[in-house]
């Protein structure tokens, strides 16, 4: 399984794009990068997933360069709602196993 | 998107009783469910895994005869917290894998409060 590292919180303004990276140096071939948004005292919600290059969805792009060892998830325009901890992970069908601390973004107004 | 309910949201018990958590995919079929729990500030742990009508698998360190996982259908699996103590007071969260893919959806989580 994939390690991830992620910074461990960022600031940004309402109305800015966010971008928040991952590393995966040891990713495998066969793994999926999947981003995931928590807020406190809920589940995770499912954000985004991708393979390679560019994934974009209602919500948020997910950019993937060629490597692979790295990741950005990147939220246009942000809102206050959008506080929140952001998990990145990596793996096949077992990606869910280990979670790391993810990245606290506080979105100020 | 794939809907996965968890019930009770919040649960508080004497310590010593045990208590059930249900989770349910609502909307698709869910061939393995995941437990985990989260203690506040901190990231998810992973207690067990498992597959419909198979036993669970549960992790290092994790008491299978404390935290009994049943997976009786493809919608919903139960996790029951036998004989709580304060200790096991947590966030519980379950996760299911739809059938179609390798996307996994997430419960609301349930608190557990044991007195």
């Known amino acids: 399984l994939a390690k991830t590292t992620q910074p461990i919180s960022m600031d940004s303004y309402e109305g800015q794009e966010v971008n928040i990276t991952c590393s995966h140096n040891n990713i495998a071939t066969n793994d999926y990068i999947t981003w995931y948004q928590q807020f406190p005292s809920q589940g995770p919600r499912f954000i985004i997933q991708g393979y390679k290059t560019k994934v974009t969805n209602e919500v948020a792009s997910l950019f993937i360069p060629a490597d692979r060892k790295s990741s950005t998830l990147s939220l246009p325009r942000v809102s206050l709602s959008d506080t929140a901890v952001y998990y990145c992970?990596?793996?096949?069908?077992?990606?869910?196993?280990?979670w790391g601390a993810g990245t606290k973004l506080i979105i100020k107004p | 998107g794939a809907v996965v309910s968890q019930h009770p949201s919040r649960v508080i018990c004497k310590s010593g009783t045990s208590v059930k958590i249900e989770c349910r995919s609502l909307?698709?079929?869910?061939?393995?469910m995941f437990w985990y729990r989260q203690f506040p500030k901190q990231s998810l742990m992973l207690m067990a895994t498992s597959n419909e009508g198979s036993k669970a698998t549960y992790e290092q360190g994790v008491e299978k005869d404390k935290f009994l996982i049943n997976h009786a259908s493809l919608t919903l699996s139960t996790l029951t917290v036998t004989s709580a103590h304060p200790e096991d007071s947590s966030f519980y969260i379950c996760?299911?894998?739809?059938?179609?893919?390798?996307?996994?959806?997430f419960g609301e989580g349930s608190w557990l409060t044991v007195v």
């Open positions: 992970l990596v793996g096949d069908e077992d990606y869910q196993l280990i």
């Open positions: 996760s299911a894998r739809h059938r179609a893919g390798n996307t996994i959806y």
């Open positions: 909307d698709f079929q869910a061939t393995t």
